[in-house]
């Protein structure tokens, strides 16, 4: 009886009325993420099936235009000789490394101009100047200077990560309310509490913009990069298909490149959510 009446507590009900809460609450967002996915995918299905009947019924020719099913047999093709798995992963590690050098450059700069006016007056002058130069336009140059081996695809993929992070980073620490920051000195805040309780997380839907969209420019430099000159990656495979006449691996491969950067898109986002939990933004 005692244990009964135990169970029955205030605190414990609370405490499993809360849990009930949660598992709801969890319930309706898997729910409506498989809605939104479903929505989502609506529009890819159909033009796929369009574009399969249209391949079926003669009116596309196959050679410049391969019918979806063509493209998933060499995508089997390339996944059974291992292909695919040693092009895609020399590609994402030349990506990764490029964004490591290219993205953190960009941030750790930006967080200096940011906090510091001087700075800002020293370097954004020319960061913006060297914005401004396309890829293909110092393509030519890094080649001479470095070949075409390693470090001048990295440094083509490192150019196109440091500028959003770069500027993000520098916009979000600027766009923090003055107010804010006037209030936490009154209070009595040190500098590194207002920088880590107020400045940091302030700045972080711009830092988090610039994360998504270096990673993003990481994986586009990457095709540039590979397509100039290599002798593996992805882009290769597309330049390789392209010379053999192959149309279907081509557009595997550009299936490839849409897939990844679709899964690095969604990473930043899911990692937008975590740590903006705070943010009562409008989702229309």
Do not use: C
Not at 23 to 40: E, K, P
Not at 128 to 151: D, K, N
């Amino acid at each position: 009886m005692s244990e009964n009446i135990e169970t029955l507590r205030p605190g414990r009900m609370r405490d499993a009325s809360a849990t009930v809460r949660r598992g709801l609450r969890g319930g309706r967002s898997i729910r409506r993420a498989g809605s939104d996915f479903a929505v989502g995918a609506a529009l890819p299905v159909a033009v796929v099936a369009a574009w399969q009947l249209a391949g079926d019924a003669g009116l596309i020719d196959p050679f410049f235009l391969p019918t979806p099913l063509a493209i998933l047999e060499a995508f089997r093709d390339l996944f059974v000789s291992g292909d695919l798995a040693r092009h895609l992963g020399i590609s994402v590690r030349r990506a990764a490394v490029g964004f490591l050098f290219g993205g953190g450059l960009g941030l750790l700069l930006g967080l200096l101009a940011g906090f510091n006016r001087r700075a800002e007056y020293v370097l954004d002058p020319s960061m913006q100047m060297l914005r401004m130069i396309p890829h293909l336009a110092i393509a030519p140059l890094v080649i001479l200077w470095f070949g075409f081996g390693e470090t001048s695809k990295i440094i083509l993929i490192a150019k196109g990560a440091f500028f959003p992070l770069y500027i993000n980073t520098l916009t979000g620490i600027r766009g923090v309310d003055d107010k804010l920051v006037q209030v936490s000195r009154i209070l009595g805040f040190d500098r590194r509490t207002r920088l880590t309780r107020l400045m940091i997380p302030a700045a972080m839907p711009g830092i988090l913009l610039g994360l998504r969209l270096s990673l993003a420019l990481s994986w586009l430099g990457l095709v540039v990069a590979e397509l100039l000159g290599s002798t593996n990656g992805v882009g290769f495979l597309i330049n390789t298909a392209k010379q053999n006449g192959t149309t279907e691996i081509i557009f595997a491969g550009i299936v490839i490149f849409a897939i990844v950067g679709k899964l690095l898109d969604s990473f930043v986002r899911l990692l937008e959510r975590r740590l903006l939990r705070w943010r009562d933004s409008y989702h229309g």
